[in-house]
């Protein structure tokens, strides 16, 4: 709408009579016009009305001529007329939004889908964090005159916690902060230095997890929300978001220890969440946050023990208070992706079987290649190792292995590591 002050069109669709005094608004009474208001419009002239005022009329006024009529138009003409009205509308409809003429409206619309989305990440990794903090307890590791700050996840609800190993090793005492603010001195369980995993006890019943047995196996690419809390004021929660970047990793940790089949995200973890939950978008727990860290290309990668292998070691070391480990007898490499592909496959273990190990009663010959154990997919070596730490000394699997381009299984009874 244009200024209210400013000309007004002038159209010929809604004449308005002409005021004659005494006329209700001919000016001079209550209902006269005042052209600076809004909606005032003023007369056509008597020419460019379609009816006039007898007053305007003169009795000897010629009427004008009708326009003569306009030469017909049959209906063939009037199809090809609509035809091509339509034909060039949609040419140039085309021109322009071939010459970008309707960018910025598709650029809105993907902007607001973008941001849509967004939103909806946000909100979720929200969601997840706020439904799986009461779960997660902070916890303050005293070693000498040094405090450090970590996070462990409730297990089970007779008080027992899994966390980070490395993160409470060496601990003279662990101050415990749970979500609805009871405090407790934990008693350090157990620590399996194989995998890294610790159990630590209170004497307060937990808000046990459901979900930690039932996540989703994990996929590159899937959202990962990191849980932890700090002691800072009591219980603060800690959380960040990234995606993940690789599974089944292998990592030498700073006390020389490897760690196997490790989750890999894409975004280092805030301090103080080694030891909380490494989370799914649905709310299932994946992992445990490991206090160590990946490098590659100068990006840094946040690390997470597989749940399955955490929860495998924890119920142990409640059990026994230490974690039990097979020995296979086998050394190996992963099969590069050329020999892959010659053999038909999408990865595998090259192994070799060690003297009077179980493998080598089994059967396994130099060249074989383990392409999975009980049906889980081994490959690469750390992979095969990882299947195997899910396992008890005792336990029989079927290797499935590649021998001169022929599959075949080979049953194996674990042994216990010495």
């Known amino acids: 709408m244009g200024d209210v002050h400013g000309p007004r069109a002038v159209g010929r669709v809604a004449p308005v009579p002409p005021l004659l005094p005494g006329d209700p608004g001919d000016g001079h009474g209550e209902d006269a016009h005042d052209p600076d208001d809004v909606g005032y419009t003023p007369p056509l002239p008597p020419e460019d009305r379609l009816w006039r005022h007898p007053s305007e009329v003169a009795s000897d006024r010629a009427v004008p001529a009708a326009a003569p009529p306009r030469p017909g138009i049959d209906r063939r003409t009037a199809g090809l007329m609509l035809v091509s009205g339509i034909a060039g509308a949609t040419l140039v409809v085309g021109a322009v939004a071939a010459l970008g003429g309707f960018d910025e409206r598709v650029v809105e619309r993907q902007v607001a889908s973008q941001t849509s989305v967004l939103d ?12 799986t903090a009461p779960s997660v307890a902070a916890l303050l590791v005293h070693r000498g005159e ?3 700050p970590a996070s462990a996840v409730a297990w089970r609800p007779d008080g027992y916690l899994v966390t980070d190993g490395p993160s409470v090793t060496g601990a003279d005492e662990i101050d415990v902060v749970l979500h609805g603010g009871e405090a407790a001195i934990a008693r350090l369980v157990g620590i399996d230095e194989v995998t890294g995993i610790a159990v630590l006890q209170v004497d307060i019943e937990l808000d046990a997890p459901e979900l930690a047995r039932e996540a989703d196996p994990v996929a590159v690419g899937s959202l990962a929300v990191a849980v932890g809390a700090s ?24 006390d020389g220890a490897t760690h196997h089949g490790m989750i890999l995200v894409d975004k280092a973890f805030a301090p103080g969440t080694a030891g909380g939950a490494l989370v799914d978008q649905r709310g299932g727990i994946v992992g445990i946050i490991s206090g160590a860290s990946a490098s590659s290309g100068g990006a840094r990668f946040g690390v997470a023990t597989p749940i399955d292998l955490a929860g495998h070691v924890a119920d ?13 007898g086998l050394r190996g490499t992963d099969l590069d992706v050329d ?14 079987a060690t003297d009077d190990g179980p493998a080598r009663r089994a059967g396994i010959e130099p060249g074989d290649v383990v392409v999975s154990i009980d049906g889980d997919p081994t490959p690469t070596m750390s ?11 005792g336990d029989v699997v079927v290797l499935e292995v590649h021998r001169d381009g022929e599959p075949r299984e080979v049953q194996v009874t674990l042994a216990r590591k010495g």
């Open 146 to 148: 040094e405090q450090t």
């Open 316 to 328: 142990q070391l409640v059990e026994h208070g230490r974690a039990e480990h097979v020995w296979l």
């Open 231 to 254: 002691p800072d004021g009591g219980w603060d929660l800690t959380v960040s978001s990234g995606v993940v970047a690789a599974v089944g990793k292998r990592l030498e940790s700073g």
């Open 383 to 393: 992979a095969l190792i990882a299947v195997l730490r899910r396992h008890m000394p």
């Open 120 to 131: 909806g990440i946000e909100d979720g990794v929200a969601d997840v964090a706020h439904r």
């Open 339 to 352: 020999e892959a592909m010659g053999m038909g496959l999408s990865g595998g273990a090259l192994v070799e």
